[in-house]
């Protein structure tokens, strides 16, 4: 028998970059996406995923930024490694 309570919702604290699982993992796809508006709506990064693939289905808007800043961040780092001065 097969359950749809296959989504895990899961959220940063706050700015504390703790990554935290619901309690109540894994979920229904309403659920999930119910409480990751939730947590959303306090600018929280919050995001829901397959607990087997990990595919993810919702993702905040500052989760979204949080995965830009962290790109450009490594992109920062890989040029100044690896470019001369003069090429940057």
Avoid: C
Avoid at 16 to 45: C, F, I, M, Y
């Amino acid at each position: 028998m097969s359950s749809n309570k296959v989504w895990n919702l899961v959220y940063v604290v706050g700015n504390t970059e703790r990554v935290v699982s619901a309690a109540d993992n894994p979920q229904t796809r309403a659920n999930s996406l119910s409480g990751a508006e939730t947590v959303a709506k306090n600018g929280w990064r919050v995001w829901v995923q397959h607990h087997q693939t990990g595919k993810r289905i919702f993702e905040s808007p500052a989760e979204i930024e949080a995965k830009k800043a962290a790109y450009a961040r490594q992109l920062e780092e890989f040029v100044t490694r690896n470019l001369p001065p003069h090429m940057r």
